[in-house]
């Protein structure tokens, strides 16, 4: 998947499999068999060019990564103290990035302001 986000383009098995001999020895059908089972999970599509396949990435990199927080934070039994322990681990600068988005997802969705005085509460009988 990291050849395939990297290059964010479709690719054939041909490819990858070059790329990845730069590294180490790998063979062909190891390369198919791994793009193979990622079509299978969904991970990726395919298209016949020719004799061979075209694979592309199903969602982005950053996608991917969000529904893996997504899904550790659900299981916790205490989400809150999860996401502090989490915030705890990051550098500064992935500090600056959580701000950053934060920022943008209140820019693009906004959170109901919150009651003013008075505005909200039964009135005194």
Do not use: C
Not at 18 to 35: G, H, K, P, W
Not at 37 to 49: A, F, I, T
Not at 79 to 108: C, H, K, T, W, Y
Request: charged letters at 25%.
């Amino acid at each position: 998947m990291t050849r395939i986000w990297q290059w964010n383009r479709p690719v054939t098995v041909r490819e990858v499999l070059e790329d990845l001999q730069q590294e180490r020895s790998i063979a062909y059908t190891t390369v198919m068999t791994v793009l193979d089972n990622l079509h299978q999970k969904g991970w990726v599509r395919r298209e016949v060019e020719g004799r061979a396949y075209r694979y592309t990435a199903v969602s982005t990199r950053a996608a991917y990564s969000a529904a893996l927080m997504n899904e550790a934070w659900a299981q916790s039994d205490n989400p809150a103290a999860a996401l502090v322990a989490f915030f705890g681990m990051m550098s500064p600068e992935q500090r600056v990035s959580l701000n950053d988005a934060i920022r943008m997802v209140q820019r693009d969705s906004p959170l109901p302001a919150p009651p003013e005085e008075g505005e909200g509460e039964p009135e005194p009988s």
